[in-house]
């Protein structure tokens, strides 16, 4: 795996494989090269029968703050079909981690934002420190949480993805938990013991069950098909296409608010 640049991968003697997001520079935001990367290992890590568990996790103390500044600057002008192409980029990139037949363990710290929370919720269980900033932020843009939301709503329920899908708010650890984004928030410095505790149980257990019980449990689960991923990849699309993502995005990439903040509307 020492071809990847934009994720590190570092496998111990236990089996245990740290996968981190490695552009600390840009707060781990997603690039094309990092979602691609991200997919190539979730493919790789099938066959391979020295990784036991794999923890997700960001360098430089933050998880992952959402869409890459460039990759978010080449979708202004794009066309719809190069825009459903980075959509369908992203949605196959999570498809490939949710289905993943290992266990994935999130270390959410520093920021988890827009696409960050996708990664958390496609994570099999997620600890995030309590100071971190969590936030489906995407409307503040003018888009919608559109490729991830299977996975938020897979992890969070419908009524409690309402509560923050909509607002773009940013809150704590505690209140994600709340919200069963992450199954529990700890103090920074115990982050270390926290996560330990959640790879522990599966260093005692064979290789193939967890893989099989959580194939099992998606199963039984929300289903999230070809034709699910489909229909949110055309709903971001579409989104991308109104005078509002161009708004937001153009505030967001110039660094001012957009017109609508403060006014009650557009």
């Known amino acids: 795996m020492d071809e990847f640049r934009a994720i590190s991968v ?8 740290d996968l981190r997001l490695n552009n600390p520079e840009r707060r781990n935001a997603l690039s094309a090269r990092m979602m691609n990367e991200l997919a190539a290992f979730a493919r790789l890590a099938r066959d391979r029968n020295d990784i036991r568990v794999v923890v997700l996790s ?7 703050a959402g869409a890459d500044l460039t990759w978010m600057k080449a979708q202004v002008n794009a066309t719809r079909e190069t825009r459903m192409a980075e ?13 993943m037949p290992l266990p994935l363990i999130g270390r959410v710290e520093g920021a988890a934002l827009g696409g960050g929370v996708g990664m ?33 709503v ?3 329920g419908e009524a409690r993805a309402r509560q923050v899908v909509m607002s773009g708010r940013v809150f704590g650890g505690d209140e994600a938990v709340a919200l069963g984004i992450v199954a529990k928030a700890v103090k920074p410095d115990e982050m270390d013991s926290a996560i330990a505790d959640e790879v522990a149980p599966y260093l005692e257990l064979p ?10 449990v998606r199963s039984l689960g929300l289903r999230i098909d070809e ?15 109104t005078e509002e993502a161009r708004e937001g995005i153009a505030a967001f990439l110039e660094r001012r608010r957009p017109r609508w903040a403060g006014t009650g509307g557009t």
């Open 10 to 17: 570092e496998i111990d003697e236990r089996g245990v494989a």
């Open 120 to 152: 958390a919720c496609v994570c099999d269980i997620a600890i995030a420190s309590r100071d971190c900033m969590i936030g489906l932020t995407e409307t503040r843009l003018g888009l919608v949480p559109a490729t991830i939301g299977p996975y938020v």
């Open 207 to 216: 290789h193939g069950p967890p893989g099989r019980a959580k194939s099992l």
């Open 154 to 156: 897979a992890r969070m």
């Open 87 to 99: 959509a369908r980029r992203i949605a196959l990139m999570l498809k490939d981690l949710n289905e």
């Open 227 to 241: 034709a699910t991923i489909e229909a949110s990849i055309q709903r971001l699309a579409d989104t991308w296409d």
């Open 58 to 64: 960001g360098a430089g103390g933050t998880f992952c």
